[in-house]
């Protein structure tokens, strides 16, 4: 049981992440400030596979320049919103589902590995925390959990490194 409401609770959050992230309001598409230069050509290639006939296939914004990276994920979108799913469900549905196979597999591998359930749960939390330790010192600063869920939950950019160089 425990289980399945470790999924439903990681299931819950990438939904509340996905359609944070990315949703259509008033028939104009709207995002968040860390995926617009991303988004471009990405949703002009998922409007490609769902109202065009991109075969073969390559990037709407780049002419004569194939698909490097990732492109049974844009093709399945476009399908799903071919078939009559708004862009902004089809990609976040898709992506929260995604996300949330991976943290459980995540959760999964760290039981195996370590005979704990608490060992994998965990890992699967520490995957939202980029590789840096910053956030320990953000969440300090803020002087109370009610005070650091709040400033949190008002980050409009990525927490800055405590490293000296960029190249993490």
Not at 29 to 35: C, E, H, L, N
Not at 65 to 73: A, K
Not at 74 to 100: A, H, K, Q, R, Y
């Amino acid at each position: 049981r425990g289980d399945w409401v470790f999924a439903g609770l990681v299931l819950a959050f990438s939904c509340f992440l996905m359609f944070g992230t990315f949703w259509l309001s008033e028939g104009k598409m709207k995002m968040g400030s860390v995926v617009w230069n991303d988004f471009g050509p990405n949703l002009s290639l998922v409007q490609s596979f769902a109202v065009g006939h991109n075969f073969p296939t390559e990037y709407p914004h780049f002419g004569g320049s194939p698909i490097r990276y990732h492109f049974f994920y844009w093709f399945l979108v476009g399908n799903v919103t071919f078939l009559g799913l708004p862009i902004d469900w089809s990609l976040n549905l898709l992506s929260s589902l995604t996300l949330t196979a991976m943290l459980v597999l995540v959760s999964v591998l760290g039981q195996v590995l370590f005979n704990s359930k608490a060992a994998g749960r965990l890992g699967a939390a520490l995957f939202f925390f980029h590789g840096t330790l910053f956030y320990i010192p953000f969440l300090v600063s803020a002087g109370s959990p009610s005070a650091a869920l709040n400033a949190v939950l008002g980050l409009k950019e990525w927490l800055r490194s405590i490293y000296q160089y960029p190249g993490e």
